[in-house]
């Protein structure tokens, strides 16, 4: 519930702290006392829209705060750990305005954009008046708040938990249908492209070993040229191969008459005849190897200038064939095995929207019995509120299978008629201001005890009206709020003989400049101001004592 309200620099209110308490809170004051500006206040700190024309006069900033103290269960608590700003049991909304009309929004003392606090706002307090455009005016709530009061939530989500993994599997049919639509537009494309990779066979690393071959190729001349000529010096008849064995032989006559000293000479000859000669026979393989491909060139190149061609077309470097060759593949592999996986999709999915229509169905049938209790409960309460020629009807519509969601398979409205013979809509559309806000009263009292907002504001709902209505209204306003907070700003005195709280707005000379106070109301002081409620400016004996009678009667 709101706790406490702290404003300062907004409009005529210079500072002002208010403490609030549960049950049923009465503002009372005269007409252009200020009581308006408290509910604008209250609403900056709920997330409504703030402009400069709020910020007192000579002031450079209006700021607002409120705290609220909440059970753990509330659903603001889930908006605040999803936000990363969970605390205690109690929130804390503080916004800020400046002159220039710049404004900034916070929650427990952390910064926030103005949408997330207005999305608090709304799960904090209702505020109900003659000019209402959200709340049970809104037709989004009524399914939702239908369910609540019959005790239906439970099965309402899991008709959503339901229709989500319907929806999920749906969405992953049409999913696999729509990509095994583009695999067989493809798939002449793919078979074809597939064939010439599987009659190409390329391999990994073939480009850069057939580049190098061919460079071989095209130079064969001068290599050839060169290993002949290499070959001469080292073979010919004065190659380095007959002076190496010349050599040794002179050596190897004389050697053993040098006491050991030609042993390490022998040998290094020995050595270099023997790499020469696996030089002679490197240089010999070459040239075989040269003279076996010199026919090859052409083929090379053809094969070369192939794959280079093939890899351009598909877009992707030539070592990239190979694993094209095999993605293709199973992608021809997948358009074959995507009846099977769709054929089993459609199942769970038709399965999924069994379960789905099933726990709908059920849920739509205990709405319809739900809805004519609602109706009558609301009945009950219109007439004391003097809309006893007023009809309520909670209106279940069946929604053709394109407009189920997870709301399940109905659409809920609130309907009135006011006038006898005369059909019914929207509660805004067919309701005057005042009696617009007594149908918020009557629903409210209905369905309090299902809600989960924990703060209720009534802006003068008694307009209009006076004596037994009056007290009707006060009547059921007390028992309101038994079940959640109420405030209530009021000009009739039978309602607010009946507040458990009573707070009194007035303007009053700070200086020279006007201000706007609130001060609490008790015992004499209470009864003063419903006296003058009564009889106007000026406050009879009798007066006094009907305000008394008041008080006693709505204790």
Known sequence: ??????????VLIERLSLNFQGGLSVLTGETGAGKSILLDALGLALGARGDSGLVRHGAE???????????????????????????????????????????????????VGVGLLRRLGAELVEVHGQFDTHGLLDPRTHRGLLDAHAGLVTLAAQAAAAWRAWHQLEQARLQAEAEIVRARAEEDYLRHALAE???????????????????????????????????????????????????LRLLGRIADRAGGRLDAAVAAIDRAAAETAEAVASLQACAADIELDASALETLEERLFTLRATARKHGVAVDALVTLRTDLGRRLALIEDRGDALGALSRQAEQARAVFREIAE??????????????????????????????????IERLGEADWGAGGIDRVA????????APPGPLNKIASGGELARFMLALKVVLAQ?????????????TGIGGAV????????????????????????????????????????????????????????RREEIARMLSGSQVTAEARAAAAALIVGGA
């Open 362 to 395: 059920r849920l739509s049938n205990l709405r319809r019995q739900a809805a004519t209790g609602l109706d009558l409960a609301v009945a009950q309460e219109l007439a004391p509120l003097k809309l006893d020629r007023a009809r309520f009807r909670t209106v």
């Open 61 to 111: 900033q209006a700021s607002v705060i409120a705290e609220f103290d909440l059970r753990d269960a509330h659903p603001v608590h889930d908006i605040l750990r999803e936000q990363a700003l969970d605390g205690d049991d109690t929130v804390v909304l503080r916004r800020t305005i400046n002159a220039d009309g710049r404004s900034r929004a916070f929650v427990n003392d952390q910064p």
């Open 197 to 247: 990779l599987d009659a190409l066979e390329p391999c990994e690393g073939e480009e850069a070993q057939l580049a190098e071959t061919r460079s071989v190729l095209m130079h064969r001349e001068k290599l050839v040229e060169a290993i002949q000529a290499a070959h001469g010096e080292l073979a010919g008849d004065r190659g380095a191969e007959r002076g190496l064995a010349a050599a």
């Open 414 to 421: 609130f309907l009135v008629a006011t006038n006898p013979g």
């Open 470 to 525: 009056a007290a009707a209204v006060g009547e059921r306003l007390a028992r309101l709020g038994q079940d959640v907070q109420v405030l209530v700003v009021t000009h009739s005195p039978q309602v607010a003989a009946r507040g458990a709280h009573h707070l009194r707005v007035r303007k009053a000379l700070a200086g020279d400049r006007v201000v706007t106070d609130v001060e609490g109301l008790d015992g004499d002081s």
């Open 450 to 462: 299902s809600g989960t907002v924990p703060t209720l504001v009534f802006d003068e709902v008694d």
């Open 1 to 10: 519930m709101l706790a406490a309200l702290s404003i300062r620099d907004v």
